[in-house]
């Protein structure tokens, strides 16, 4: 049974510690991001955990790399039929041959898209693309809204982008907060979550106990919130645009 739970910042990358009452360290790493965790006995110490990873970091480092490579092998042809994400809901592509811009809407359990007939695949990926981006951007304003005067502290930008590896982002000196595009993918349980953990950083810079009891007070389903997430690739039902 898991006593305590932490967090650890080793080499840029974060880790998350379990204590547990077992006799030998556990090394995992988890997709869809190369999440990192730890299964350690409760007699060590965070210094002896930190040791224990450095060494593992050449092993660590390729399991991420091979995550983040096979989640992205698939592309999307932007035909009927494709599965494709809107805010954890599955939706099936159904493609309308209509001239002009391309266009997006949900209808039931599809995915309605209305482009012209001799538009590529890739026309329509940077099309859906630029589509969960607007959705996500109607989001944040009223979740921010909601959650500055809580944690205390204003972002004082924010920003939507492609990221590789994390959900979200914050520069603490500046108060700038980045999001990834795909949180338009996921439930708006996960898309508070990464606000939450944000905003939080700029009262805590590091993954610590101080952190930990932070999020805690805001947010005590962080945990689950944060498993929902990571339940599903980052780039699964990709749509195959570049990563920024």
């Known amino acids: 049974m898991s006593t305590a739970n932490a967090y650890l910042r080793v080499a840029g990358i974060d880790v998350d510690v379990v204590y547990k009452h077992i006799k ?7 997709p869809p991001l190369g999440r990192v965790r730890v299964a350690a006995p409760e007699r060590l110490d965070d210094d002896a955990i930190r040791l224990a990873i450095v060494q593992r970091l050449p092993w660590i480092k390729r399991q991420r790399e091979q995550l983040r490579s096979a989640v ?4 999307r042809e932007m035909i009927t039929g494709e599965s494709h994400y809107v805010w954890g809901q599955r939706y099936r592509l159904q493609s309308i041959l209509a001239p002009g811009r391309i ?11 209305h482009a012209p007939e001799d538009s590529p695949a890739e026309t329509r990926r940077d099309a859906l693309d630029k589509w969960y981006r607007r959705a996500l951007k109607s989001e944040l304003p009223d979740l921010l809204e909601k959650w500055e005067p ?8 924010w920003s939507v982008r492609r990221m590789k590896t994390k959900w979200g982002s914050c520069n603490r000196e500046s108060a700038h907060v980045w999001f990834n595009a795909e949180l338009a993918k996921k439930h708006p349980n996960c898309l508070e979550y990464i606000v939450v953990h ?7 810079r590091n993954h610590n106990e101080r952190f930990t009891e932070l999020m805690d007070g805001f947010l005590p ?13 980052l780039a699964d039902e990709n749509w195959g645009s570049k990563p920024a």
Not at 72 to 75: A, G, H, L
Not at 150 to 157: D, L, S
Not at 221 to 233: C, I, Q, V
Request: aromatic share 6%.
């Open 221 to 233: 389903d962080w945990r689950a919130r944060r498993d929902e997430l990571n339940a599903a690739p």
């Open 103 to 113: 266009r997006f809407e949900t209808s039931g359990s599809k995915l309605v898209m």
């Open 72 to 75: 992205r092998q698939s592309e």
């Open 198 to 204: 944000e905003m939080t950083h700029l009262l805590e």
């Open 150 to 157: 809580v944690i205390g502290r204003k972002a004082a930008k």
């Open 24 to 30: 030998n360290m556990h090394i995992a790493v988890y």
